[in-house]
């Protein structure tokens, strides 16, 4: 009977090394597939079905971990992924597998104008199919959420749990009605006679004003959307190419709140966050355009929550608290791979 033993574990051992041997070779070698394209430097051009028709999705592949793939989802609606730059460095230190990406609509992606694309259905749908292009799974896939991709993020992991490891939410209340209530308290911090302008520009739909953003930069912009005194290249890049079309469809045409005619006005999915039982990374930070107190409620929400908070941090944490923000996303993602939520 010991021998018997021994002979099984000996085998058993044989067979994982043969596994590994494969793994390994399969991680290297034939890990992502570019057998239909060029080599691009991790850049790859994913198509897309959608009710109107096919498209294709940029996004660009940075390192080789068959245990850690993390989808970024950036902001907007129809910003770009390069304000996410931040993130190359501190993933790559860290050995992650992580996909910068342009969701449809957005500067490489395709921009078809049918505004019958632009719901949450059919971007959680978008997001889907990428998955399944970058061969994740529930033992590997992570997605971080940003602002709108806080949005998406939080629908995706309702729709499609079965298929995530972990999921992050930096900067993103549940309800788009509780979001526009708290950008009234923040508006309200500002001098009076500054709002009462703001107000009469919004009150004529005057938006294409100079006056406009000369008075929301440095009352509203500078203080909560990133506290920097100057603003790094990758996020003015990324204002640059945001497709106005779609951000003032969903959104409405400016961070102060929302506009109650836009897309996303009525959304709120708070009483729904107790489905979500992938671990979860909630960020808030003191600053924030979203309230930090809300977001650390939707920690407790979800089933398996963890709550991150920058204390001098705005709605991009990410670069104007990042030493706090980067530790503690990189310890989440590590505890949540090594099993310890």
């Not at 399969?26 to 080599?39: L, M, P, Q, R, W």
């Not at 045409?253 to 979860?280: F, V, Y």
Request: with cysteine.
């Amino acid at each position: 009977m010991r021998i018997f033993i021994l002979l099984f574990i000996a085998a058993f051992i044989v067979s994982c090394k043969q596994k590994e041997s494969t793994a390994a070779s399969v991680s290297t070698a034939d890990y992502f597939n570019y057998k239909d394209s060029v080599e691009a430097g991790g850049v790859k051009m994913i198509p897309i079905t959608t009710p109107v028709g096919n498209f294709k999705v940029w996004t660009k592949r940075f390192g080789t971990n068959p245990k850690i793939k993390v989808l970024l989802l950036h902001g907007g609606p129809a910003m770009t992924h390069e304000y996410m730059e931040c993130f190359e460095t501190f993933f790559q230190r860290e050995g992650f597998e992580f996909y910068e990406y342009d969701q449809l609509g957005s500067y490489y992606s395709d921009q078809p104008t049918d505004n019958r694309l632009w719901n949450i259905d059919r971007f959680v749908d978008e997001v889907e199919q990428v998955r399944k292009a970058i061969h994740a799974d529930k033992d590997n896939f992570y997605v971080l959420g940003n602002s709108w991709g806080g949005i998406l993020a939080m629908e995706y992991a309702l729709k499609y749990q079965k298929n995530l490891k972990g999921l992050l939410v930096a900067n993103m209340m549940a309800s788009a009605p509780e979001y526009v209530k708290y950008a009234e308290v923040l508006a309200k911090q500002m001098k009076p006679e500054i709002l009462a302008e703001i107000r009469a520009i919004e009150a004529k739909k005057d938006y294409t004003n100079p006056r406009y953003t000369e008075l929301l930069f440095p009352n509203y912009y500078s203080q909560h959307i990133c506290r920097l005194p100057e603003w790094p290249d990758a996020l003015n890049r990324s204002l640059k190419h945001v497709n106005s079309t779609v951000y003032t469809l969903m959104q409405g045409p400016s961070e102060l709140g929302m506009s109650s005619d836009a897309k996303l006005a009525k959304w709120d999915i708070k009483n729904r966050l107790h489905e979500i039982a992938t671990p979860t990374l909630m960020i808030g930070a003191k600053y924030d355009t979203m309230d930090p107190k809300a977001m650390e409620e939707q920690s407790k929400l979800v089933q398996k929550g963890s709550y991150l908070y920058c204390p001098n941090g705005s709605h991009l944490a990410m670069w104007d608290d990042q030493k706090v923000f980067m530790k503690g996303v990189i310890k989440f993602i590590k505890d949540v791979d090594s099993g310890k939520l």
